[in-house]
């Protein structure tokens, strides 16, 4: 799979072939753009380096501020000013975290520093990167876990330069920029230095190598050189005070000359920096081919993990790129926490849960279950340590929480692992953390009340009580396991039972349809309150959107009434956005498998592909890939209820690791599916040799391996109808109906459009 990633894939606007059939239904609202970037990444690591332009949202490429719709243009053309580090990777609407530590190769006067250069000639596979600029220097770079090597190829004159500054970071959209609160380097030896920035609350530390005979080194401030200086120490910078500053290597190149530059980083001082860097390198240098040739072994042990089979190289393309995407992030750093000083796991770039809770993470236990049980503590020890578990986590201190967008999701990976039985995890700790953050911020409310606004939230925090029960069940609190199935059943109150639909509230980036259709623990009791199967399905339908006309999607700077009546259609945002990503697999409960086959089909073949603009919408860290990576191989995981659903996978034959063992999925019948060509449905299923009526398996058999067989055909067929998926309500209880004792609304909640806010993903 190493050799079919395009980084490439979803760094520019969407680019897809008109869409046909269903697909052509969906309206898109967020930003027609997978926001990816191309730089050299880590699994799961902590650095990431790329070209600075200072584009919209990862500083890579040439988009300005959007929100919405087509996004517009900064510049034409690949542009960078040079390389910076700390990227993030498809993020929505993030706007100015990280890209800290520029270094331009230079060959004009150091009053040009922040000029950009046009990009020729890049390439890039997983672990490296590489552009020519119009200088005629002739960029790479690679990183490691906690490192980053730079590696230019200068042509012949009498003053060239490696620039690092220290001073900027951010984007170059409005109120982008990141300024350093405080900052400090110095030369330590010929070749050496060190220093520190704190951005936005968090010590950041950088050890440099540089091995260049004859080149000067100094460092410079406001742009102007310090030859006799060693040390610069800036203990109150301010946005009307900054000036750049930083420390260069300049002298003369011959032509084809290369200067290899090597960083370590640390949260943790400049020391640990060196220590770090020292490490990723084994103190070889120069360390570029080996340090590229270990990063480059371990993307392929990540990437080789799953097989698939096709003949279309394009198809394949999509696949091991999607499955690259989705192990870019979260950030692992372990020993790394800058707020506290214990040693121990410790993560960011959580950027958000409410983005990767539903796809990456289980993809991440499935393929890598004791780096998902280092999250699980990572999470819990924040958690202890700041008073909250995060919907989402920066490297910042006071991360911002991202609380508008949900409630209790980090509950679903807890539940997972624990009914999986994963060991590393101390379950009474953890129980601790899980009941009370359930308390805070909106739970209060839904305690006092029975609901919250947002009602999503109410969503939220009863699937959390529903997954934290498992948890008091395995430490033996029978009681408060007996008070959280209770509790649990609170959900019923976010709905309107003469619609059944969800209440009138606000919405974050969606509307009441994009929420109604989830994967609750109580779908049986659900489907009763929306007038049963024939009326659930009905609302599905017209959803995503059976038998409507088709729509035009938001250009460039779409205006508001053209939003409004967009939000107005309540339909399916065919995967450009998170909110309703699980929701074609409802109908696995109300007996209509194949519903679900058509809409997967459509979006699998007709929303992803390759080149620049091959992503309908934000990859958000991951979340939107690794939703692709699930449904083309048929299945999908209803988090934190331990469950897997089967469906028609798009792979003739494909094998992964799961948690405990090998799955192979292998089908007879199968057809290569095309854009626009014939669904296939599922006939027949057999796991381990054993006939399987139902459309589920349990995470626990699954996650043992083995093979599991689909039989497809042309037409829809009885598999899966009869034998749902399982729903779960306290024993003796009746199906739910809207609670009179919890209707008391604290105040009138008008219908909105939805919420868009800028600060979040």
Partial sequence: MFDDVDPFIGTGRTDLPAQTGLAATWWWPKPQVGNTHPGATYPLGMVSACAYSGGYPTGYGPFDLSTEGLPPRLHDGDHASGFTHFQQSGTGAIRKYYNYFRVSPMLEPLDVLGRTWELTEEAANPGYYAATLDSGVRAEITVGPKSAIHRYTFPEHRDARVVVDFSMGGLKIPYGATVPLRGHLESVAPGVAQGEIVVEGAP?????????????????????????????????????????????????????????????????????????????????????????????????????????????????????????????????AADESPFWPAKGPWVFDVSTMWDIYRTQLPLLTALLPHKSVELANALLTICEEEGNLPIGYRMARGSDRFGRQGSALAHTLLSDICQLGLPGIDWDWALVHLATDLRRTYGEDYLLHGHAHPISHTLDLAFGYWCTRHVASVVGDDALAEEFDQLAERWVNAYDASTGLLKDSTYYEGTRHNY????????????????????????????????????????????????????????????????????????????????????????????????????????????????????????????????????????????????????????????????????????????????????????????????????LGPEPSDWGRAHRPPSFRPAGAQPPHPNPTFQVEPEPIPASAPEVIEETS
């Fill in 204 to 332: 950041l530390a950088v050890h440099l190598e540089c091995d260049v005979e004859g080149w000067r080194q100094m460092l410079w401030y406001d742009r102007r050189l310090m030859p006799g200086g060693t040390r610069l120490d800036l203990d109150h910078i301010r946005p009307t005070t900054l000036r750049p500053f930083g420390l260069m290597w300049a002298g003369p190149s011959l032509a084809g000359q290369t200067v290899e530059l090597r960083i370590g980083f640390s949260l943790r001082g400049e020391g640990q920096a060196r220590k770090n860097l020292h490490r990723d390198t084994a103190e070889v240098v120069p360390a570029f081919d080996s340090r590229r040739a270990d990063t480059e072994e371990q993307w392929r042990e990540r990437l080789d993990a799953i097989r698939v089979e096709t003949a279309d190289p394009a198809r394949r393309q999509v696949f091991a790129t999607a499955l690259y995407h989705s192990l870019i992030k979260p950030s692992f």
């Fill in 516 to 711: 109604s259709f989830r994967l609750q623990h109580d779908m049986e009791g659900r489907i009763a309150l929306a007038g049963g199967d024939d009326r659930f399905v009905a609302l599905l339908d017209e959803f995503f959107g059976y038998g409507a006309d088709a729509v035009v999607q938001p250009g460039e700077s779409p205006s508001s009434e053209e939003m409004t009546a967009g939000y107005e259609l309540g339909r399916f945002e065919g995967l450009n956005n998170e909110p309703d990503m699980e929701a074609p697999w409802a109908y696995y409960y109300a007996g209509r498998p194949d519903r679900t086959a058509e809409i997967v089909h459509a979006i699998v073949t007709q929303q992803f592909g390759t080149g620049r603009g091959g992503l309908p919408g934000n990859d958000d860290s991951g979340g939107l890939s690794s939703w692709y990576l699930w449904a083309a191989l048929g299945l999908f995981p209803v988090a934190g209820q331990n469950l897997f659903l089967i469906h028609p996978p798009a792979f003739r034959y494909s094998t992964m690791p799961m948690a405990r063992g090998s799955l192979t999925i292998d089908t007879s019948g199968f057809v290569e599916p095309t854009p626009g060509g014939p669904v296939q449905y599922i006939q027949s299923v057999s796991f381990n040799g054993a006939s399987l009526d139902s459309s589920w398996l349990s995470g626990t058999d699954l996650h043992e391996g083995g093979r599991l067989h689909i039989s």
